[in-house]
């Protein structure tokens, strides 16, 4: 059994965009696959399916916990292919939204992962969580 630290993944960037727009990029799914995977299911209510499909051969599944509009949004995370690590509901995603100046500092916060977990999903959000800036201020257009 795989040992889960309590240490989180933490990541923080501020969007030239509202807290409502952003929150529609965890929300909407046509807004999510801008920035991250390529088809998403998803239902913004507690208890509902956040899922989604990164390549045909990654799926992500969880469902939201928490959803307080346009500043909080809590969802689970984990790995519904073959070996994947945590597994669907084996993890938390919990991001923040605070309205700065006319724009928004969002945080992220992953917990629930062991080290080993940790690492991959540190590059993962490295990776993809700078892509829902332009993701966004497109929107602004």
Known sequence: MTQV????????????????????????????????????RLEPRPGGKFELDYDGENFMRGEYVELVPYSRIVFT????????????????VEVTLTPVGEGTSL???????????????????????PQIV????MQLA
Do not use: Y
């Not at 409502?20 to 995977?37: H, I, R, Y």
């Not at 062991?114 to 991959?120: D, G, M, Q, T, Y």
């Open 5 to 40: 630290q309590h240490e989180a993944i933490e990541r923080e960037l501020t969007i030239k965009a509202t807290p409502e727009t952003v929150f529609s990029f965890f929300t909407e799914p046509e807004k999510l696959v801008q920035w991250m995977g390529t088809v998403a």
């Open 107 to 129: 945080r992220l916060r992953h917990i629930g992962l062991s080290a080993e977990e940790r690492a991959s999903h540190s590059d993962g959000w490295d990776h993809f969580l």
């Open 134 to 137: 332009p993701a966004t201020e």
């Open 77 to 92: 995370w984990g790995w519904a292919n073959e070996g994947g690590s945590p597994r669907p509901g084996g993890s938390t």
